[in-house]
């Protein structure tokens, strides 16, 4: 556990010390505030962010692997990542550490819209389940886009090569449903079963399914895993 948190500040304080914590962070914020002002403009509106939540988790599927595509990716270039493994820590360790960093820096990213919702309090009268409830599920989606971005970094070398891959990987997951709607049966209840976004609806309508955590929380671990394995390939190369 030592190895895990030395590991994960290290990469946190290396996020705050590289311009693209503050980048990523600028632009989630610029169009989130965009959300949100269109939100509550629109006729009808109601004192809500469950707009803001549903746009905000389109945009983790590009941010994410922008935050995680040089975790593994630089080290591997740098050829910094060999005397990591050759160091008396896990590969496990390696993963953990890093994926713990990129979820401290979206957790904050995240908190930082939390304006918009102390504006809503001051003008207006939300209600708290369903503010709660989404926060919950794009933190949820948010760790698993992170997981498969890091496992997306470990492939190649090249940041952009991963990043490229991890944003494919998310948007097949998160729109798988969308073929289950063409097709009939058990492939249309398994594709459906497969898409992130499918599990990620019932969060903004104030509704914290259990089967919904357990889904993302198994894509996180399924993709670490995953990641693990791809590093521990590097061994035999």
Known sequence: MRNTLTIAWK???LYFSTPTAYIVGAMFLALTGVFFVDGVT???AEASIRNLVLRSSFLL???SPLLTMRLLAEEQKLGTLELLLTAPVRDWEVVIGKYIASFLILVVTVALTFYYVVLLYWFGSPDTGPMVSAYIGLVLYG???????LMASSLSSNQIVSAVVGIA???ILSFVDQIGDVVTGVASEVLTGMSMNAHFVDFTRGVIDTSHVVYFISIAAVFLFLTVRSIETRRWR
């Open 42 to 44: 629109l006729p009808f």
């Open 61 to 63: 599927l590009f941010l």
């Open 143 to 149: 760790a698993a886009a992170l997981a498969v971005g």
């Open 11 to 13: 990469e946190t304080k």
């Open 169 to 171: 990987i998310l948007l």
